[in-house]
Structure formats: structure tokens, C-alpha cells
């Protein structure tokens, strides 16, 4: 039993600081810690300089463009790029889509897609939920008829995230009505460009446009955007949602932002003191700082576990991870809230070019509030976490 | 990064839950309790036997020299089975004190006696105005020729009603809260002027309340230089929590494990009850708070040997009042999940939540740690 990493263990995490921190744009990696909005570009241009080093696919099979890297390098990559509030590659493209067409697509659709996927020269949206079909998604209706070398595809995906920057989507769509509800599901990758598709923005409490409805309305779909087999899919989309779960605890951007909470707190005053002085205010964050640390070594002894695990065998242990790491995370919104005090009553209107007009209050204070809000969402989406109370009841309990 | 034991602490483990098991079942435990001391002198020769009481103490004094994972495995595995003999007291304060004792003619004399079962140790270092604070002490030792004279009353001494010896803190100097002049010292407990009245705890195990009236020491009898007590007492305590969160562990496992079993067996409205998604939630949560324990728990083994005493003390705080919250979600949850059965004292996980809540006050509760880690800045630097 030994906590400590070896020397190469800990020059990688020296490497990766340094990329994080020298190659990524600083003004990309202010907007995140602020908890502003990323255009389009800034999403982009991220992933794209990881991806020219190497870094955007690590996970990956090698000749598409992994690593092979350890487990303890993965937990590195990603709690250094947290820490340095790097955006991460987009998930869909990294995380969701391309593992399942490295998996499970043909020849064909490697060749053209992966690569693409890779360099975000082909941006990818998930269409998974459906209005009717949540948690339970197995129960999703749209529908894809096989016409003519077509499916023609109709029905409604939404809370479908980055949409309106999407170039291609990948989603389950049932093709077989009279087949038990996990057996007629298929994996289709369809062009946004495609007649018959309608995208409209959902507003979101915070007051952001991350997510949308798509509409499909007669969308012909070339047979060959078909993933794997035909009634296959909710396979694929099991292996998908198993796919980098150790990350999900996302302990590093917990970090950062204790760490932003604290510099805060200094500063603020509360009375004659400075309000990281009050001693009912440390006391709560010290007590999520120490839910944080169990958390990481929890993370830790998952990923040591890894090693030993059959690959894409998920330990459903993640499922703590996602619990515990999503309340962390709401608990640290919270107390950014607390350190703004009443200069959270503003509402400013976030427009990608930016704010000109002088800001009501500290200059960081508006976005505090549409965090708090924005991040109710991570212990609903990807399982929420009743499903994932589920899963481990099942599990690792045997309830 | 490692969190597999080596293969010889995987004996270690795999003896002590073969013994655990075989010789320290719930009735069993009964049984040692109603013995004199309240606990079983059979057993400790056993442990003797076994090399437990070895454990810590170097190989030239007939010991094992073996560190903080190796009591981990221990102390969890007595947390799992609610020991009742001094091995908290003796080994691993004891243990850690006499490791590091001035005199070597004293580990030479007493180390062997520990190791063969010969002898237990109490540590008397609370005081009744002290709480938590183990340099708010009014017991004083003053020079006296060639030894020294103690005088004082110490408090919720663990074991001390039936210690052979006892690990006594008193000021030598200084003021009343002052980390200096803070000597630490081995006082033979049935020595002349040692008054000791001993009593059962809420959890079974027993402790005493002993006055010391001008009593004679030796100066070999001085473990540590008053200039060194604070320190020296530090040490010992950071090493202590990191048992005791083992210990916790092994105790809120039983618990998260005894309510799941119940949930599978207990059948109400025609089915297991385990089957009811409330409930299942519920257990999931007492398994998320027993994992967040556990890992904590290993953190602080891991930090036992830290040099940083304030990184050391940051880690230990973090821990036990990690540990203090996980046990009394764990505990209280147990007992509501087995309803009716969980109140009574014939079903053992009442005994499990009375350790648990019992082990949260000791060397500090959770928010007694909150609050020193976030005097100390807490653990992530601005």
C-alpha cells in the first residue's frame, strides 16, 4: 500500500500542468473559471491544440490516435486539465460517438469519421432523450423506416446539448416497433444538414442556450450511417454511457473552484474581517473541502482498481463517483453564492461578444448565480442520480 | 499508487479474521465482557500469540516493526468484531510512546512484558476542563531530587481501571493551556497516592477516573522532554486517529453490511423490504458515506509518517471528522432501516451504533475537526 506515484508517474502530471497551462489559450481558460459561456470557437480551438499534441482521443485504440496510456495517466490528463479550467474535447465527439464507431463501425465509417471526430472538423450532438423517454430511454419513439437503401427517420430528440453548433448527430431511433423496447434500437449518425430537421433552443434557468429540440420530420438517412448491426443500438448506448467514468467525479474542478472561493473570500468583507475569516462560512467550506479529498482518494482507488479490470467493464463503484462528485460541485455553486452575497440579484444577458456595460457589483459576481443554476443539471443528466442509486442498489448491493 | 497489501500483510489480515471469526463472535463477546475487567485475559494471551502485541515495537526488543497499515488491518478487523481488550491503549498509544521513549533501558525493560501480554497501558491525559485539548493540563509533576512528584486528576482514562501502567500527562512549566513545559510520563498504576475508580462506558468497554496524590516517579519514568511533551503527545494522537478511523471503518462496515442482509430477509407487505426503492436509496447512500470513511481511513494511515506535523494534523482532522459523520449517518440509518429490532440490545447493531458513536468523541468529534482544519486554512491552498 503506497500513495505515492513514481517519477514518470509525476513528470507526466508536470507535462501535462505545463501543456494545460502554456498552450491553452489563457483568455479560453478565464472564461471557464469566471463561469462564462464558451463560443463556438473557444470550444474549437481547445480541442484542436490538444488534438495536434495528441491529447484530444488518449482513450482511444491506438491507431486512431490513443495513448495507451495508464490508468494514472488518464486521472493526470483529466485532473490537470480540470485544475487549469481547460474545456475539455467535446464529450460527444471524444467520449460518446467515436469510441462506439472505433467499436463498432465499419471500415468505412472509421476511415471517414474518426479522424474528423478527433479534430472537430466534424462536430457531433448526442440524440438520446426524447420528451417521453428520460430515465427510462429505452422507452424512445422515433422512428426509422427502411425505404429504398433510406431510413426515414420522424420523432423529436431534446435537451440536445451544443445543437445549434452541431454538424452531425448520432442517434438511437427505434427500427423495429414489435420488438421487446431494448431490442428494436439503432445506432444512426445523421447529418444536421438533412432536409426535415429543425433545431429550436431551449432557454435554460440560468438563462443559457446550451440545449435544444430536434425535430425529424421524413429524414432520409443513407443506410450506411447505420452503426454496427440493425436493432443493436442499445448496446452501443450501454458501452457508450460506460465509456471514461472515472472523470465523472470531475474532483479537479472542484478543486479550482475552492481554490477560486478562497482568493474570493479574502478579499470580501464581512464586517471588519475578511469574510474567509467567519467561522460559520470556513466551517461549511472545509467540510465540502473534506468530502472533496475522500472523493479523490475514492477516484483513486477506483482507477488502481481499473488495472486490474477487464476493459469496458465498468465498475458500477463510477456510479459513487458521479453521485458524490455532482454534489461537490452543486455544494461549491453554493458557496461562490455565499461569497457574492447580495450582488447575486443582477441579471445580465451573456452574449458571446462579450459584456461592454460596467458591472453592477464585483466584477465577478454575475456569473455566480447562473452557475448555482446552470449546475443543478450535472445530478440530472448522464444517470441521473436516482439511476444511479439504481444501479449500485443492484449492483453492488443485490437489493 | 498502490492500495494492495504486501503479501505478508495479507497473512496478517487473513490471521486476525480467521480469529476474529472463529474466537470473537457476537456471543462470544458476551462473555468477555462479563469477566473481571470487563474484558478477557484468554484473548489477550491469544493476540500474544498471535504477534498483535508485537505488532509495532522493534525487532531488538522482540517486536515485529511493523507500521501504520498493519494496525489498520488490525484495529479494522477489531472495529468488525467490537474488541473489548486494551489493544487501542496498549499497542497503539502505548505502542507509538514507548517506540519513541527517552530511555532505552525502559523499552529494554517493559516492550518484552507488552509483547508477551504481561502488561497493559492507559493513557491519562484528559482533564475536566480540557475537552479536546491535550495541552490544557493542571496535573503537574514537580522536581524532586533525584525523581519527580505528580499530583492532579485525570479523566476518561480508557482501560484505566485495569492498566499496569499509565501514560500521564503533566505540566512541569508554564502556564495551564501552554504547549510548553508539557512532561509525559510512565507512572506504575498501582503505585503509592494512585487512586482509580473505574466504571463501564456507553459502548462496553470501561474506563476510569484516576487521582494521582504527590506520587514518587523515577526519572527514567519521563518518556518525553518537557520541551518535546506537546509534540511528542501530538504524535501519539495523530497516530491514534488514524487507528481509530480503521477502527470506525470496521465498524460502520458491519453496519452498512448487517442493514443490507436485513433488507434482503425482512419481508413486509409480501415481499423483502429491500425491494422497496426508498429504502434501497437509503442503503445506497450508508454504502457512499462507508466508502468516503474508508478512503479517508487509508489517507490517514498513509499520513501517519508524514514529518510535517501540521500537514500530519491537517490529514488526521480531515479524517476523523470524515469518519465522524460518515459513522453517525451509517449508525442512525442502521437503526432506522431495521426498525424496532435495531432498539434492542439483544441484536448487535445497537452495539455497533454505541461504538461508532463513542469512537466520533474520541481525540476530537467532527465538528471539534472541522473547526481545527479550518483555523489551520483547510487542505486545498488558495
Redesign the interface.
Known amino acids: 500500500?503506497?500513495?505515492?506515484?513514481t517519477p514518470e508517474?509525476l513528470a507526466f502530471r508536470e507535462k501535462a500542468r505545463q501543456f494545460f497551462r502554456t498552450e491553452i489559450p489563457q483568455a479560453i481558460r478565464d472564461k471557464v473559471a469566471e463561469g462564462r459561456h464558451l463560443s463556438r470557437d473557444d470550444i474549437v480551438t481547445a480541442h484542436r491544440i490538444m488534438n495536434a499534441h495528441g491529447w484530444a482521443v488518449p482513450h482511444w485504440p491506438r491507431e486512431w490516435g490513443g495513448q495507451d496510456w495508464s490508468p494514472?495517466q488518464i486521472y493526470f490528463y483529466q485532473d490537470e486539465m480540470q485544475q487549469a479550467c481547460v474545456p475539455p474535447p467535446l464529450p460527444f465527439n471524444v467520449n460518446m460517438v467515436g469510441p462506439v464507431i472505433a467499436a463498432f463501425g465499419n471500415e468505412a465509417q472509421k476511415n471517414y469519421f474518426l479522424p474528423k471526430i478527433a479534430n472537430i472538423d466534424l462536430w457531433f450532438c448526442q440524440g438520446f432523450s426524447e420528451p417521453g423517454a428520460g430515465s427510462d430511454l429505452a422507452s424512445l419513439r422515433t422512428s426509422a423506416k427502411r425505404v429504398n437503401g433510406y431510413y426515414v427517420v420522424n420523432g423529436q430528440k431534446t435537451w440536445t446539448t451544443l445543437a445549434q453548433y452541431a454538424d452531425w448527430i448520432f442517434c438511437l431511433v427505434r427500427t423495429d416497433p414489435s420488438a421487446k423496447k431494448q431490442e428494436g434500437i439503432s445506432f444512426l449518425l445523421i447529418d444536421m444538414k438533412t432536409p426535415g430537421i429543425t433545431v429550436r433552443p431551449i432557454q435554460t434557468i440560468d438563462g443559457g442556450r446550451e440545449i435544444n429540440e430536434v425535430f425529424f420530420d421524413d429524414v432520409k438517412v443513407p443506410v450506411e450511417n447505420l452503426v454496427g448491426e440493425e436493432n443493436k443500438g442499445w448496446d452501443y448506448a450501454k458501452f457508450l454511457l460506460s465509456n471514461e467514468r472515472t472523470g465523472i467525479a470531475r474532483v479537479g474542478i472542484s478543486?479550482e473552484r475552492?481554490?477560486r472561493i478562497?482568493?474570493l473570500a479574502?478579499a470580501e468583507r464581512i464586517g471588519d474581517i475578511p469574510l474567509i475569516e467567519d467561522?460559520r462560512f470556513?466551517?461549511k467550506?472545509?467540510?465540502v473541502?473534506?468530502?472533496?479529498?475522500?472523493?479523490e482518494?475514492?477516484q483513486?482507488?477506483i482507477?488502481?482498481?481499473e488495472r486490474t479490470r477487464p476493459k469496458g467493464k465498468p465498475d458500477p463503484?463510477s456510479s459513487?463517483l458521479k453521485?458524490?462528485g455532482s454534489e461537490i460541485q452543486q455544494a461549491t455553486t453554493e458557496l461562490l453564492m455565499d461569497v457574492v452575497g447580495p450582488y447575486v440579484l443582477p441579471y445580465r444577458e451573456e452574449r458571446e461578444d462579450g459584456w461592454n456595460e460596467p458591472p453592477i457589483g464585483p466584477d465577478y459576481a454575475a456569473a455566480a448565480a447562473p452557475t448555482y443554476f446552470n449546475w443543478r443539471k450535472i445530478s440530472i443528466y448522464g444517470g441521473s442520480n436516482?439511476i444511479q442509486?439504481?444501479i449500485?442498489?443492484k449492483a453492488?448491493?443485490?437489493? | 499508487m498502490d492500495f494492495e497489501f504486501t503479501e505478508e500483510q495479507r497473512l496478517l489480515k487473513e490471521s486476525v479474521d480467521r480469529f476474529i471469526t472463529a474466537e470473537y463472535g457476537f456471543e462470544q463477546r458476551k462473555q468477555y465482557a462479563k469477566e473481571r475487567d470487563g474484558w478477557s485475559r484468554a484473548v489477550w494471551r491469544r493476540f500474544a500469540e498471535l504477534g498483535l502485541l508485537g505488532l509495532p515495537f522493534p525487532e531488538t526488543h522482540g517486536g515485529f516493526g511493523r507500521g501504520p497499515v498493519e494496525l489498520m488491518i488490525v484495529m479494522e478487523a477489531f472495529g468488525r468484531a467490537l474488541v473489548l481488550e486494551p489493544y487501542f491503549s496498549t499497542i497503539v498509544l502505548g505502542g507509538d510512546a514507548l517506540c519513541r521513549a527517552l530511555s532505552s533501558d525502559l523499552q529494554a525493560s517493559l516492550i518484552p512484558q507488552i509483547a508477551a501480554g504481561e502488561m497493559t497501558l492507559g493513557f491519562a491525559w484528559m482533564e475536566r476542563q480540557s475537552r479536546y485539548n491535550h495541552a490544557d493540563i493542571k496535573t503537574t509533576a514537580k522536581k524532586d531530587g533525584s525523581g519527580w512528584r505528580l499530583s492532579g486528576e485525570k479523566t476518561l482514562v480508557l482501560h484505566g481501571d485495569s492498566a499496569d501502567k499509565l501514560i500521564v500527562t503533566a505540566r512541569v512549566g508554564g502556564a495551564q493551556r501552554d504547549r510548553e513545559g508539557i512532561g509525559v510520563f510512565l507512572v506504575d498504576a498501582k503505585a503509592e497516592g494512585v487512586e482509580r475508580r473505574g466504571y463501564p462506558t456507553q459502548d462496553g468497554l470501561r474506563a476510569a477516573e484516576i487521582v494521582f496524590n504527590n506520587v514518587r516517579l523515577d526519572d527514567i519514568d519521563l518518556l518525553a522532554a518537557p520541551e518535546q511533551g506537546y509534540a511528542f503527545v501530538a504524535e501519539m494522537i495523530d497516530a491514534a486517529m488514524a487507528a481509530l478511523c480503521a477502527e470506525a471503518v470496521g465498524v460502520m462496515s458491519v453496519m452498512q453490511e448487517t442493514t443490507v442482509e436485513y433488507l434482503k430477509t425482512r419481508q413486509q407487505f409480501g415481499r423483502p423490504i429491500g425491494q422497496f426503492q426508498v429504502l434501497q436509496h437509503r442503503a445506497v447512500d450508508m454504502l457512499i458515506a462507508l466508502e468516503q470513511a474508508r478512503s479517508m481511513a487509508i489517507y490517514a494511515t498513509m499520513m501517519v509518517e508524514e514529518e510535517n506535523p501540521t500537514e500530519r494534523r491537517r490529514a488526521m482532522c480531515a479524517a476523523k471528522a470524515q469518519i465522524g459523520r460518515s459513522g453517525r449517518k451509517i449508525g442512525e440509518e442502521a437503526i432506522q432501516l431495521h426498525g424496532g429490532i435495531g432498539m434492542t440490545m439483544e441484536y448487535k447493531v445497537g452495539h455497533y451504533f454505541k461504538r461508532m458513536t463513542m469512537l466520533d468523541r474520541q481525540f476530537g468529534d467532527a465538528e471539534f475537526h472541522i473547526a481545527a482544519l479550518a483555523d489551520m486554512g483547510g487542505l486545498i491552498a488558495a
Open positions: 500500500m503506497d500513495l505515492s506515484f508517474e494514472v478543486k475552492i481554490r478562497k482568493q479574502a467561522r470556513r466551517e467550506l472545509v467540510a473541502e473534506i468530502e472533496l479529498k475522500a472523493l482518494m475514492t483513486l482507488r482507477v488502481a482498481a463503484a459513487i453521485i458524490k436516482e442509486r439504481n449500485i442498489a453492488i448491493l443485490g437489493l
